[in-house]
């Protein structure tokens, strides 16, 4: 079983920026996928980034594409989602995924495992 434990949440102001950090525990970190998703109050869940493994291959929303990077450190079991320039439309729970894949989903129902989420709220 895979564990995932979201931080880094919080309040900012539009234009600020926030990292957000996924602790994975449970399992080896070898050969998952991690994803990075959000959910506003109302909609439904959308996903935001994703990194393979190796960290060679990533994917992004457009919706964050140039202002959000995904990374991850696999000696730490760790994966980190930075969000620069921040826009109150970026209002939303974030979750941190994980599936083990040597593909790069973005779709919600291909990963198995997820965290509990961190709110992220950027105000105008």
């Known amino acids: 079983q895979v564990q995932l434990i979201e931080s880094g949440g919080g309040l900012v102001q539009a234009g600020g920026s926030l990292r957000l950090s996924c602790a994975v525990s449970g399992r080896t970190f070898s050969g998952y996928t991690m994803g990075w998703f959000r959910q506003a109050p109302g909609k439904e869940r959308e996903f935001v980034a994703a990194?393979?493994?190796?960290?060679?291959?990533?994917s992004y929303a457009d919706s964050v594409k140039g202002r959000f990077t995904i990374s991850r450190d696999n000696a730490k079991n760790a994966v980190y989602l930075q969000m620069n320039s921040l826009k109150p439309e970026d209002t939303a729970v974030y979750y941190c995924?994980?599936?083990?894949?040597?593909?790069?989903?973005?779709?919600?129902?291909?990963?198995?495992?997820w965290g509990q989420g961190t709110q992220v709220t950027v105000s105008s």
């Open positions: 995924a994980a599936e083990q894949t040597l593909a790069v989903p973005m779709s919600a129902r291909e990963y198995d495992y």
């Open positions: 990194i393979r493994w190796s960290g060679i291959r990533t």
